[in-house]
């Protein structure tokens, strides 16, 4: 895609959500351990769930389900007995989930204040309004492209309602490549560790254990994404 036409339907897509998300909202008690989420980037359930977890500045391992994915989907469907997303994991409470409004609910009730926000609250509006921030970019972070999997989980600084974040995150989701999500929304709390390591307050950056790489700008990463795990081909660096 172009890159003009791809950030102009990625910003589309978070006006769609009003810019829901953008925020941290009332953070409740810490997980200890990170949550887990099987979802795919342009799933409008999926992304309520999401959107959740940038308001809670929860952090989560992500396991990419993209529609073909050939590793990840049947983890799901042997865990919760089919395969439906988006599926919350939580390893701190033994909780787990099917269906994106008991998951936003649970969320907010175990590591919030309890209430959820208006945006993700609204029922019929939330879903339809999801559903047309997908629609935006329909084709992207939808699909498996075939990938080599890194033997060890990425890391991804990011929050739901940017626009660059959410390019980085469909590429990703299309190579099938499970990443910790740090979310570091405005408010976030954990921004001020993010740039001590970063050394600038600018998302999304990627960190790639498996080669040393750690990353600022979407195209870049999108570049390095496609060329280290992309094609399916075995690779030294993977």
């Known amino acids: 895609m172009n890159r003009v036409l791809d950030v102009a339907t990625s910003f589309s897509a978070t006006l769609a959500r009003l810019g829901s998300a953008v925020s941290v909202g009332n953070p409740g008690k810490r997980p200890e351990k990170p949550l887990e989420l099987y979802e795919f980037e342009n799933c409008p359930y999926c992304r309520k769930v999401r959107e959740a977890l940038s308001m809670l500045d929860l952090e989560a391992m992500i396991y990419p389900c993209p529609k073909r994915g050939p590793r990840v989907r049947e983890q799901v469907k042997k865990r919760g007995g089919k395969t439906l997303f988006p599926y919350l994991v939580d390893p701190n409470t033994g909780k787990e989930m099917y269906e994106s409004d008991d998951i936003v609910r649970y969320l907010f009730e175990t590591y919030g204040d309890g209430n959820v926000p208006l945006?993700?609250?609204?029922?019929?509006?939330?879903?339809?309004?999801?559903?047309?921030?997908?629609?935006?970019?329909?084709?992207?972070?939808?699909?498996?492209?075939?990938?080599?999997?890194?033997?060890?989980?990425?890391?991804?600084?990011s929050f739901e309602a940017s626009p660059f974040c959410r390019i980085a995150r469909e590429v990703l989701c299309s190579l099938e490549i499970p990443y910790l999500l740090h979310n570091v929304a405005k408010g976030s709390p954990s921004r001020e560790a993010f740039v001590e390591r970063s050394g600038k307050m600018m998302v999304p950056y990627l960190v790639d254990p498996n080669t040393g790489t750690e990353i600022f700008e979407s195209a870049d990463i999108v570049a390095y994404l496609r060329q280290t795990y992309g094609g399916g081909k075995e690779k030294g660096s993977a």
């Open 119 to 157: 945006l993700l609250s609204l029922r019929l509006l939330t879903d339809l309004t999801a559903g047309l921030a997908s629609a935006f970019r329909p084709l992207q972070g939808t699909f498996y492209e075939p990938s080599t999997p890194p033997k060890k989980p990425l890391e991804l600084y």
